[in-house]
């Protein structure tokens, strides 16, 4: 299991910028790859951006361009730079580590944290 902290939500004006921290317990490279997922009020949960171990990412077609995941392997630290805010990114953001034990996965969440994008 791994323990998450997260921080750096907030509240910010559409075109605005905000950057979420996701600190895990064990290091970073005992972890097979970081998430950051969102869920928006009445809606599910979706994948918003991803890191491997292997140093690759992928982000869903919404935030391309202006969502950016990157880590600091010293800090056992994953962030999530997000530029040029819409309202609809409104969400309440989630951190997550997947491991791969034997084949099977494995995730551990953070316990969230709010970003409100509004004028």
């Known amino acids: 299991q791994v323990q998450l902290v997260e921080s750096g939500g907030g509240l910010a004006q559409p075109g605005g910028s905000l950057t979420l921290s996701c600190a895990t317990s064990r290091s970073i490279f005992s972890i097979d790859s970081m998430e950051w997922h969102r869920q928006a009020p009445g809606k599910q949960r979706e994948l918003v951006a991803t890191?491997?171990?292997?140093?690759?990412?992928n982000y869903a077609d919404p935030v391309k361009g202006r969502f950016t995941i990157s880590r600091d392997n010293a800090k056992n630290t994953v962030y999530l730079q997000m530029n040029s805010l819409k309202p609809e990114d409104t969400a309440v953001y989630y951190c997550?580590?997947?491991?791969?034990?034997?084949?099977?996965?494995?995730?551990?969440w953070g316990q969230g944290t709010q970003v409100t994008v509004s004028s």
């Open positions: 890191f491997t171990s292997g140093g690759s990412t």
């Open positions: 997550n580590a997947v491991r791969q034990v034997l084949g099977i996965r494995h995730d551990s």
